[in-house]
C-alpha cells in the first residue's frame, strides 16, 4: 500500500531535490526517507528559544539527522496539480486519479517518498473537455513512460 504526503515539511525536502526523471508534463521526484515525525516539523517553525522569566533556558531540540529514522520502510505519494496548469477541477482531480493509479500498478518502486508534479500543462486544443478519455488515456500513457524510465537502473557511464 502506498502512503500520502501530506506534510509541506516533506513536500520541501523532496522537491528540493532534483526531478529523478521528467515527461513532456510531468516530473518526478525522490528521497530516500520517511515521512517527517510531528516532533521534527514542531523543531523546525521554532524561530528563537524561548526566554523564561526565571531565566533558565528551554532544552535545545536535537538536530534533524538524529531524529529521521533509518532507512523507509514504505512508499509515500504526493502530487502537485497547480491551477494555473490545470484550470478546472474536474482535469485536477482525473490527474490525480491517473496518478495514483499509474502508482499502484508500478511494480519494484524503491521505498521512500514520491512526489509527482504538473509541469505544464495540456493543449486546451488537443484536449477541450475537462475530462475526457483522451486526456485520461494520454495522462496515464505519459505517467507510465516517466515511471518506467525512473525505474530503470542507470547505465554505467
Same mark, same amino acid.
Given at each position: 500500500?502506498?502512503?500520502?504526503?501530506?506534510?509541506?515539511?516533506?513536500?520541501?525536502?523532496?522537491?528540493?531535490?532534483?526531478?529523478?526523471?521528467?515527461?513532456?508534463?510531468?516530473?518526478?521526484?525522490?528521497?530516500?526517507?520517511?515521512?517527517?515525525?510531528?516532533?521534527?516539523?514542531?523543531?523546525?517553525?521554532?524561530?528563537?528559544?524561548?526566554?523564561?522569566?526565571?531565566?533558565?533556558?528551554?532544552?535545545?531540540?536535537?538536530?534533524?539527522?538524529?531524529?529521521?529514522?533509518?532507512?523507509?520502510?514504505?512508499?509515500?505519494?504526493?502530487?502537485?496539480?497547480?491551477? /494555473?496548469? =490545470?484550470? @478546472?477541477?474536474?482535469?485536477?482531480? #482525473? +490527474?490525480? *486519479?491517473?496518478?495514483?493509479?499509474?502508482? !499502484?500498478?508500478?511494480?519494484?518502486?524503491?521505498?521512500?517518498?514520491?512526489?509527482?508534479?504538473?509541469?505544464?500543462?495540456?493543449?486546451?486544443?488537443?484536449?477541450?473537455?475537462?475530462?475526457?478519455?483522451?486526456? /485520461?488515456? =494520454?495522462? @496515464?500513457?505519459?505517467?507510465?513512460? #516517466? +515511471?518506467? *524510465?525512473?525505474?530503470?537502473?542507470?547505465? !554505467?557511464?
Amino acid at each position: 500500500m502506498i502512503g500520502r504526503i501530506q506534510r509541506p515539511v516533506d513536500f520541501e525536502r523532496v522537491l528540493a531535490r532534483q526531478s529523478r526523471s521528467r515527461s513532456t508534463h510531468f516530473a518526478l521526484h525522490h528521497l530516500s526517507a520517511s515521512p517527517a515525525p510531528s516532533t521534527w516539523v514542531a523543531a523546525q517553525l521554532r524561530t528563537a528559544p524561548a526566554e523564561l522569566s526565571t531565566g533558565d533556558a528551554q532544552p535545545a531540540h536535537s538536530s534533524v539527522e538524529q531524529t529521521l529514522p533509518n532507512p523507509p520502510d514504505g512508499c509515500w505519494l504526493g502530487m502537485v496539480v497547480p491551477k /494555473r496548469h =490545470a484550470k @478546472r477541477s474536474v482535469t485536477r482531480a #482525473l +490527474l490525480k *486519479r491517473q496518478i495514483r493509479a499509474a502508482f !499502484a500498478e508500478a511494480i519494484g518502486m524503491p521505498p521512500g517518498l514520491w512526489v509527482v508534479r504538473l509541469r505544464l500543462p495540456f493543449d486546451r486544443q488537443k484536449f477541450p473537455s475537462a475530462a475526457s478519455d483522451a486526456l /485520461r488515456q =494520454a495522462a @496515464r500513457a505519459e505517467l507510465a513512460q #516517466l +515511471l518506467d *524510465r525512473a525505474l530503470k537502473p542507470k547505465a !554505467a557511464a
